[in-house]
């Protein structure tokens, strides 16, 4: 059992930065890979990034590729999103995502993944 708690999100303009947090409690942080998601209203929560159990890989949505940066630290059991020259389009609630994994696995899709933290919302004004 993981239990996340994200932090981080709040009002930004447009080109601003902003970054998240996750921050995991029950389990070995390590042995899970990690995942962030969003989902603005109205539409279905969609894939940002994720990072492997082992750090070696990442994986990126197209729309945020080259802005955004997804890190964890095993030591201190928390995952990073490191959100620059933020769009209006970013707006949506970020979620975090666990999944117990073998080493090097990056899920992309929600259903791949066990745990789940509240969210914490982004608003990026234009």
């Known amino acids: 059992q993981v239990l996340l708690v994200e932090s981080g999100g709040g009002l930004v303009q447009a080109g601003g930065s902003l970054r998240l947090s996750c921050a995991a409690s029950?389990?070995?942080?390590?042995?899970?890979?990690m995942g962030w998601f969003r989902q603005a209203p109205g539409t279905e929560r969609e894939f940002v990034a994720a990072i492997s159990r082992s750090i070696i890989r990442t994986d990126y949505a197209d729309s945020v590729k080259g802005r955004f940066t997804i890190s964890r630290d095993n030591a201190k059991n928390t995952m990073y999103l490191q959100m620059n020259s933020l769009r209006p389009e970013d707006t949506a609630d970020y979620y975090c995502?666990?999944?117990?994994?073998?080493?090097?696995?990056?899920?992309?899709?929600?259903?791949?993944?066990?745990?789940w933290g509240q969210g914490t919302q982004v608003t990026v004004s234009s």
């Open positions: 029950g389990s070995t942080f390590n042995s899970y890979a």
């Open positions: 995502a666990a999944v117990a994994s073998l080493r090097h696995w990056v899920p992309r899709v929600p259903d791949e993944y066990e745990y």
